[in-house]
């Protein structure tokens, strides 16, 4: 019983580059999330989907992106990565919104450069 | 705006002492308040949640208080473990809508054998 599955666990990118955080959560869960998490911070909320084909923003949006065209799957697409964006990525899912019983993933620890 | 706070930031406690971390929120629109315990190098995992219109719920040792009237409510471990020690998140949202939850800093507890 897989859950959430993110990749990559590590990435190093230089500033400037792109890339994509997969998820994919076998639950058929409606509902995803993608949360970054500062050292001694809480999780923000970057992005959630409440099914394929919708999206909408959360708390800190701004240098992501996000599109969800199956159940399963929710990319988080990093463009002209900054080093503001060196953080611990977190994708979650859940039955029903406003993140109740929220199973997560076990996170992409991202380094810009 | 934090919309949840959540203290203190770090907790030291010896092997079966009493842990408690608390959370304070400010949007009396929130119906759902989850915690989630994380070990290192893993993500969130759900622990223990309550609704509004319950004052205490009990799962084991773990026991959550929640004071309505006060916007507070706290998570207390009783006999603590050291395999307890972990990075405990308060959260607060609304089931109705999936954008809404917010997360704590979080608190830092380490049980001393």
């Known amino acids: 019983n897989a859950g959430v599955t993110q990749t990559p666990k590590f990435r190093i990118l230089k500033i400037g580059q792109s890339m994509t955080l997969q998820c994919t959560q076998d639950?058929?869960?409606?509902?995803m999330y993608w949360y970054r998490q500062d050292p001694g911070m809480g999780l923000k909320l970057i992005y959630y989907?409440?099914?394929?084909?919708?999206?909408d923003k959360g708390e800190v949006p701004n240098g992501y992106n996000v599109s969800r065209s199956t159940t399963e799957d929710f990319p988080l697409r990093l463009e002209l990565a900054a080093p503001s964006q060196t953080s611990v990525y977190f994708c979650?899912?859940?039955?029903?919104?406003?993140?109740?019983?929220?199973?997560f993933g076990q996170g992409t620890r991202l380094t810009v450069v | 705006q934090q919309q949840v706070k959540q203290s203190p930031q770090s907790l030291i406690v010896q092997k079966g002492g009493i842990s408690i971390i608390n959370c304070a929120y400010e949007?009396?629109?929130?119906?759902?308040f989850p915690w989630y315990q994380q070990f290192p190098g893993k993500g969130p995992a759900l622990l223990i949640a309550?609704?509004?219109?319950?004052s205490e719920k009990k799962e084991g040792r773990f026991t959550i208080s929640f004071n309505k009237s006060a916007k507070q409510f706290s998570l207390h471990i009783m006999d603590s473990q050291p395999g307890d020690s972990a990075t405990y998140f308060c959260?607060?949202?609304?089931?109705?809508?999936?954008?809404?939850?917010?997360f704590g800093d979080g608190t830092t507890l380490t049980v001393k054998p």
């Open positions: 979650a899912s859940s039955i029903t919104p406003g993140g109740t019983e929220a199973f």
């Open positions: 639950m058929n869960h409606n509902y």
């Open positions: 989907s409440v099914g394929a084909g919708i999206t």
């Open positions: 949007n009396t629109a929130f119906d759902y």
């Open positions: 309550i609704r509004p219109d319950v």
């Open positions: 959260a607060a949202g609304k089931t109705t809508n999936a954008g809404k939850s917010t």
